[in-house]
């Protein structure tokens, strides 16, 4: 399975970015899909997730900015950012920590990352 990211880019502050992450392989179903940030020389941390079934959980200090959905047909996730900051500059990372494929389980399956900069 490939988790397929796009979506980033250079914004100013105020702005907005939508990023997609779509799934590609021999997928059966996928419960959690996910983002995850990073900003070099800090650890990865959690963004937004949402389940199949539409349950959502947000990092507290990004509720109200960005909002995570998802297209489950397409195997599809995406993270609408609003009112952005220059500290939400980071490498946006998608993430499943688990997918169902054809006769076995992948877990832990990560994007490549896109980066998304934010200027003042």
């Known amino acids: 399975v490939q988790l397929v990211e796009s979506g980033g880019g250079l914004v100013q502050a105020g702005g907005s970015l939508r990023l997609s992450c779509a799934a590609f392989g021999s997928i059966v179903s996928i419960d959690v899909m996910g983002w995850y940030r990073q900003v070099p020389g800090k650890q990865r941390e959690p963004v937004a997730m949402?389940?199949?079934?539409?349950?959502?959980n947000y990092a507290d200090s990004l509720k109200g900015r960005f909002t995570i959905s998802r297209d489950n047909a397409k195997n599809t996730v995406y993270l609408q950012m609003n009112s952005l900051k220059p500290e939400d500059t980071a490498v946006y990372y998608c993430?499943?920590?688990?997918?169902?494929?054809?006769?076995?389980?992948?877990?832990?399956?990560w994007g490549q990352g896109t980066q998304v900069t934010v200027s003042s």
């Open positions: 993430n499943t920590p688990k997918v169902m494929v054809l006769g076995a389980a992948e877990f832990d399956v």
């Open positions: 949402m389940a199949s079934n539409g349950d959502t």
